[in-house]
């Protein structure tokens, strides 16, 4: 292999390494977003729950989602259906996956760092990408939420029905609105910043 192709290879290792980043960020902080949401849109008046009961759901829904060792879904006070349930279990394998894929390239970004160059423009050509996918969200969110799952999952299971998945009540379009921007903000800073330096 080449000093290019194996510059090209770190690049694309960092490139994914960014990506994950910016998701595993996201999904951590969500916590913190997602407490600001209870009081600011009455999520537990909502579901005539208290603001612990309503976090503490949400921290069970999330512990299944980032936890490998924890493959049962269960609400404490929200029932869910099958599809509720294999939709999650989807969401599961994702995160999961994404974790795997952070871990595997820190590694090779911290092995090879300092050894190899990067292309500059790549991450330029992925910023302005990632500012036409904010621009096109920020129009539509909801056609840009639907493609999003669309692309993602194969199924229509993460069309929530309220009375068979309440849980859906306490997650509104803001919360993941949210997640997004804050994704968006953190995956174009990083780009930007490998961008202007010098490979």
């Known amino acids: 292999m080449s000093n290019t192709q194996k510059d090209g290879f770190y690049t694309a290792v960092l490139a994914l390494f960014i990506l994950t980043t910016a998701i595993t960020v996201t999904i951590f902080a969500s916590y913190f977003l997602f407490a600001i949401n ?3 849109y009455n999520l537990d008046s909502l579901v005539n729950l208290d603001y612990g009961t309503v976090y503490k759901n949400y921290a069970q ?6 936890n490998p060792f924890n493959w049962h879904f269960h609400l404490s006070n929200f029932i869910s259906s099958p599809a509720g349930r294999l939709h999650f279990e989807d969401c599961k394998k994702l995160f999961l996956l994404n974790f795997g894929v952070w871990i595997v390239s820190g590694l090779l970004v911290a092995k090879f760092g300092k050894v190899r160059a990067h292309f500059n423009k790549v991450f330029l050509w992925i910023g302005i990408l990632g500012i036409v996918l904010a621009l096109l969200m ?3 969110f909801d056609g840009f939420f639907v493609i999003f ?10 069309l929530f029905d309220s009375g068979r998945d309440p849980v859906i009540n306490i997650l509104p379009e803001e919360f993941f609105t949210q997640c997004f921007v804050l994704f968006f903000i953190l995956f174009e800073g990083l780009n930007f910043w490998e961008a202007r330096k010098r490979a």
């Open 138 to 140: 920020l129009i539509d």
């Open 61 to 66: 829904m999330m512990d299944y989602l980032i």
């Open 38 to 40: 209870i009081r600011f």
């Open 149 to 158: 799952h669309e692309v993602l999952f194969r199924n229509s299971d993460w």
